[in-house]
């Protein structure tokens, strides 16, 4: 089992920035895609950015242009967000992502973040 330490929110005012980091207990994203995911008050937990193994990246209509995910390794991943916006308050996670876009692991506690107006 692998498990995900994320970390690097915290409280921003809108049009800020923040750059999330997730370790993983072994190198799962050596072997899978990796992705950050995302889950506000309320809502059901979605995918915000994917990463391929082969560098292919992705985001969801929300965040793009405004978020970027890269990979130091096999067990690290980062989401730099910029612009933020109260809308992108929620819990953050890491995870591994298979070839049909769903999550391989476990899920991580996530960290918190917080876009006031």
């Known amino acids: 089992q692998v498990q995900f330490m994320e970390s690097g929110g915290g409280l921003v005012q809108a049009g800020g920035s923040l750059r999330l980091s997730c370790i993983a207990s072994?190198?799962?994203?050596?072997?899978?895609?990796s992705g950050w995911y995302r889950q506000a008050a309320g809502k059901e937990r979605e995918r915000v950015a994917g990463l391929s193994r082969a560098g292919f990246e992705n985001y969801a209509d929300s965040v793009q242009g405004r978020f970027i995910i890269s990979r130091n390794g096999g067990n690290r991943i980062y989401l730099q967000m910029n612009n933020l916006k109260p809308e992108d308050t929620a819990v953050y996670y890491c995870?591994?992502?298979?070839?049909?876009?769903?999550?391989?692991?476990?899920w991580g506690q996530g960290t918190q973040v917080t876009v006031s107006s």
């Open positions: 072994r190198s799962i994203f050596g072997v899978s895609g």
């Open positions: 995870n591994g992502l298979d070839r049909e876009g769903r999550p391989t692991e476990p």
